[in-house]
C-alpha cells in the first residue's frame, strides 16, 4: 500500500480543520462549547501572557467567536474541566483523567521535575498543599 500524498494546502487545511480553526462559528457560542472546544484540542494551556485578554480566553474565541470570559471559569468550577501539568500548566476535559491517571499516580516518569531529593526536599510544602486541598477541597494552580 503506498502512502497517500496531501498537498500543502490540503496538509495546511487538515491541520487547521483538526484545531477547529478553518471555519468560522456557524452559531453563537453556549456554555456547552467550552469544554468541548478544549476536548477537541486535548488540552488548553493556561498561558499568563496578558496582552489584550490571557491567552486561554483568546484560544476560545478564536474557535468559538465572541462569548463571556467568565464561561471557561464556569465549566471548571462545575467539574467539566480539570487543570493538570500536561506538558505545561493546562485546562484538560475531566472525561480525560483517566488517561492521565497512570502519570499522576507516578510522577518520577515525569522526568527531572520530579525526582524524590525534590520531593523529600519540599516535604513541607507538600504536606501544606495537601492539607490546603483537604480543608477546602479541589483548587486550581492560582491559588498557590
Known amino acids: ?15 487547521l480543520a483538526a484545531q477547529g480553526l ?3 462559528p456557524r452559531r453563537r457560542a453556549s456554555l456547552e462549547d467550552i469544554p468541548a472546544t478544549i476536548s477537541r484540542m486535548s488540552l488548553l494551556q493556561i498561558d499568563t501572557i496578558n496582552i489584550v485578554a490571557r491567552s486561554p480566553y483568546l484560544v476560545l474565541f478564536s474557535r468559538l467567536g465572541n462569548y463571556p470570559a467568565q464561561w471557561l471559569d464556569e465549566s471548571l468550577a462545575r467539574g467539566e474541566l480539570m487543570e493538570y501539568w500536561a506538558h505545561e500548566a493546562c485546562f484538560m476535559p ?9 502519570r499522576m499516580l507516578a ?5 527531572w521535575k520530579y525526582k524524590d531529593a525534590w520531593m523529600q526536599e519540599h516535604a ?14 479541589a ?6
Do not use: V, W, Y
Not at 475531566?94 to 497512570?102: A, K, N, P, Q, T
Not at 483548587?139 to 498557590?144: A, D, H, M, Y
Open 1 to 15: 500500500m503506498s502512502l497517500p500524498h496531501l498537498s500543502l494546502a490540503d496538509a495546511r487545511n487538515l491541520h
Open 94 to 102: 475531566r472525561s480525560d483523567f483517566r488517561l492521565i491517571r497512570h
Open 22 to 24: 478553518l471555519n468560522k
Open 124 to 137: 513541607a510544602e507538600i504536606a501544606q498543599l495537601i492539607q490546603h486541598i483537604h480543608d477546602k477541597g
Open 139 to 144: 483548587s486550581t494552580f492560582s491559588r498557590f
Open 107 to 111: 510522577p518520577e516518569k515525569m522526568g
